[in-house]
């Protein structure tokens, strides 16, 4: 199975504050990802209405399984900007 090439860039909370938008690198393109906060609170421990700072906190503690389900969010729709949401980690 092919795995993309990553690199990770800064990530950002959305000023609509709905989710971290985030970069990965993919034949010498970047693509812009999203995970919601609620997935942030369901699947990796944030707690409602957190600060900026402990999003972006929460964010790199699960930075890996992040990227691992966004790549393959990119490998089955690559004209895609992905969105992760509860549902993609509920899958796995």
């Known amino acids: 199975m092919e795995t993309a090439e990553t690199v990770e860039l800064e990530p950002h909370v959305l000023a609509s504050r709905l989710g971290v938008a985030f970069g990965l690198t993919r034949q010498n393109s970047t693509i812009e990802c999203v995970i919601t906060i609620a997935a942030l609170e369901a699947y990796f421990w944030l707690e409602p209405r957190a600060s900026d700072a402990r999003i972006l906190r ?10 691992a389900i966004a790549e ?6 690559p004209e895609a900007r992905p969105e992760l949401t509860v549902a993609d980690f509920a899958r796995h």
Request: aromatic share 12%.
């Open 72 to 77: 393959r969010k990119i490998l089955a729709h």
């Open 58 to 67: 929460t964010f790199r503690d699960g930075y890996g399984r992040i990227r």
